[in-house]
């Protein structure tokens, strides 16, 4: 029978790998520097492979010891998971959830909510972590997140999608502009540089284009904004236009603002959705929290 690692091996690896250094990481395992040296160097007589390049001055974890990491933080995370299916038993949504969700969905669709989710979940320990879609996806698949909350079309793989609900675009302007008439709006006869858009990385880039039939992408500023709050401030001043998704609407980053926002004919959407990796044993429960979100969005 093939000899596997120890738990203790990989949770010892995984903290070398994040921190790069053996002090620091014996340190943060509560253990002396000699014995998780030693560790790690079972851990590679075991795989059979070399994990760490080492120098006097330096720690490199090399390729083999990059992917070992990955799954070695999957391994972990099951193990965890686990150890909670064991202790919460058959209670629904308890414990700790790690959700990563996109800052054009957090400020909006989250605040509302978590009043009537802790009350509902009471046992439920909600961590939340908002990043870009690409990094979340990517800190799905190393499972340092549960569940993402997103907008689609993203494309990924080895992943379950809970759709949730459908959010509109609204043409957002500074009130008395003479930059459109709202009421006439028509994206083809807007001067060229008038729309202002997040910059490259931010999936609502690309769904507002897509959905708002940005064809002619002269329209589009040279100048992207790193944040929905800078696009705004930059919308509040008269510098262009943007279209921001429907659930903004009477949010706080809007309230107060000399913004307004119309609707757009024939503007198409984006879909908000949970994912999770495919094959998790927790499917039923995040199922159960789309539909929480969904009853009370």
């Not at 690309?206 to 800078?230: G, P, Q, W, Y």
Request: aromatic share 6%; hydrophobic share 40%.
């Amino acid at each position: 029978m093939q000899k596997l690692p120890s738990v203790r091996q990989l949770q010892y690896f995984v903290a070398l790998e994040e921190l790069g250094h053996f002090g620091r990481a014996a340190e943060a395992c509560f253990v002396s520097q000699s014995a998780f040296s030693t560790a790690i160097q079972e851990l590679e007589a075991t795989l059979g492979v070399q994990l760490v390049d080492r120098t006097n001055r330096r720690v490199i974890i090399n390729s083999a010891g990059r992917d070992v990491a990955l799954q070695a933080r999957l391994c972990l995370r099951e193990l965890q998971d686990i150890a909670r299916v064991a202790r919460e038993q058959d209670a629904p949504l308890a414990g700790k959830l790690v959700l990563g969700v996109i800052p054009t969905i957090g400020p909006f669709l989250l605040p509302p909510l978590m009043k009537k989710l802790r009350r509902t979940f009471p046992q439920l320990q909600l961590y939340l972590k908002e990043q870009r879609s690409d990094e979340l996806y990517a800190a799905l698949q190393e499972g340092t997140v549960d569940l993402l909350l997103m907008a689609l079309p993203y494309p990924m793989k080895n992943v379950e999608t809970q759709l949730l609900f459908r959010d509109g675009f609204l043409l957002a302007c500074r009130k008395g502009t003479e930059r459109v008439d709202p009421a006439r709006f028509n994206i083809d006869h807007i001067n060229p540089e008038s729309v202002l858009l997040l910059e490259d990385g931010h999936c609502l880039r690309d769904h507002a284009v897509s959905a708002c039939h940005i064809s002619e992408l002269d329209k589009v500023n040279r100048f992207a904004a790193s944040s929905l709050h800078t696009l705004l401030e930059m919308v509040e001043s008269d510098l262009g236009i943007t279209f921001v998704p429907q659930m903004a609407q009477g949010s706080a980053l809007l309230r107060g603002t000399r913004i307004a926002t119309y609707p757009v004919k024939s503007a198409g959407h984006r879909d908000i959705a949970l994912i999770w990796r495919k094959g998790s044993n927790h499917g039923d429960e995040y199922r159960a929290l789309g539909e929480f979100i969904r009853e009370n969005h």
